[in-house]
């Protein structure tokens, strides 16, 4: 069974990047028909869609946030990678990483982690 | 983008009640809807996938139906951990989305 653990600096200043990387284990990110995303929910608000990559590298971003997000994966550690430029106390958010399968829409959530904006 | 909204977006009721949840697609995204209950401090749970799928190790009181861009999720009768936020989300598109959310409060 897939399990996904987000992890990075809990801690970021205005105007910087923030970066998290999110750990697969129990299975490869290489895995054929399945996609990789980053969801956010800051506080007090809903659950927001970042984007997501294939393990061949396709990335699909959330047009308010194409400007400065890029999401990346390494396939040889199994890992997926978030960094969000120019960061503002908007961006304030628990940061999820998730899997979900291409044909059927089956989704796997990570536990997700606080990422804080502030100087 | 598609935009997924919610109705109602809060909800009071009381355990052993049923109760339905909507979810309109501003396109049609066929089959492409999943279904998760948010718990305070706690990650997102998948109820539904597929519009009408339930996911291993939910319980059967959860059902959901629909296609194209009408869509609703059923509780047959609410227990106490229920009570939580519940969100669609669409990836029928390139571009996901979720909905707005469902707030369900003990009345």
């Known amino acids: 069974q897939v399990q996904l653990q987000e992890s990075g600096s809990g801690l970021v200043k205005p105007s910087q990047t923030l970066s998290l990387t999110c750990g697969v284990s129990?299975?490869?990110?290489?895995?054929?028909?399945?996609?990789w995303h980053w969801i956010r929910q800051p506080p007090g608000k809903g659950l927001e869609w970042i984007g997501y990559i294939y393990p061949g590298g396709i990335t699909y971003y959330k047009s308010s946030l194409r400007s400065r997000v890029s999401i990346s994966v390494d396939r040889a550690r199994d890992q997926i990678f978030l960094q969000l430029q120019s960061v503002t106390a908007a961006d304030t958010a628990v940061y999820y990483c998730a899997r979900a399968h291409d044909s059927s829409g089956h989704f796997t959530w990570g536990q997700g982690t606080l990422v804080t904006v502030s100087s | 983008d598609i935009q997924l909204t919610q109705s109602p977006s809060s909800l009071a009721a009381s355990v052993g009640d049923r109760v339905t949840i909507t979810c309109r697609a501003s396109?049609?995204?066929?089959?492409?809807l999943n279904w998760h209950r948010h718990k305070p401090g706690k990650a997102p749970e998948l109820l539904i996938y597929?519009?009408?799928n339930l996911q291993s190790g939910v319980p059967s009181r959860f059902s959901a139906s629909g296609s194209g861009t009408d869509f609703t999720l059923t509780i047959s009768s609410l227990q106490p951990e229920d009570f939580a936020t519940y969100y669609c989300?669409?990836?029928?598109?390139?571009?996901?989305?979720f909905g707005q959310g469902t707030r369900l409060e003990i009345k």
């Open positions: 129990g299975d490869s990110v290489s895995s054929s028909g399945y996609s």
């Open positions: 597929g519009a009408s």
């Open positions: 396109q049609s995204i066929g089959n492409g």
């Open positions: 989300q669409q990836s029928y598109s390139t571009v996901c989305s």
